[in-house]
């Protein structure tokens, strides 16, 4: 059964930095294009990141780029969204899914930048 659980929020400062994971089951997140996406109330899921399946390269939405790093434990068929230098436009319930041939969605991490 395939199944994503994504891990790790929580409530962080403004500067301040988070690492969010999620973890596959199902199917082998080394073989698919991934991606963590975020959804900020009222607003529409965005993707924000990516890690490809072959060499592993990344591409990030501009407003996160230098910010955030996406990376991939094949071991522990695990994807990680390091976020750095976290602002309050950040705030969001983060996801993971494949980029393409997309599975069900997760429940997904709540990250809060407040002071």
């Known amino acids: 059964q395939v199944q994503l659980v994504e891990s790790g929020g929580g409530l962080v400062e403004p500067g301040g930095s988070l690492r969010v994971s999620c973890a596959a089951s199902g199917f082998t997140v080394s073989t698919y294009t991934m991606g963590w996406y975020r959804q900020a109330p009222g607003k529409a899921r965005e993707l924000v990141a990516t890690i490809l399946t072959t060499d592993a390269r990344t591409t990030y939405t501009d407003s996160v780029k230098g910010r955030f790093t996406i990376s991939r434990d094949n071991a522990k068929n695990t994807i990680y969204l390091q976020m750095n230098s976290l602002k309050p436009e950040d705030t969001a319930v983060y996801f993971c899914?494949?980029?393409?041939?997309?599975?069900?969605w997760g429940q997904g991490t709540q990250v809060t930048v407040s002071s």
């Open positions: 899914n494949r980029v393409y041939a997309k599975t069900l």
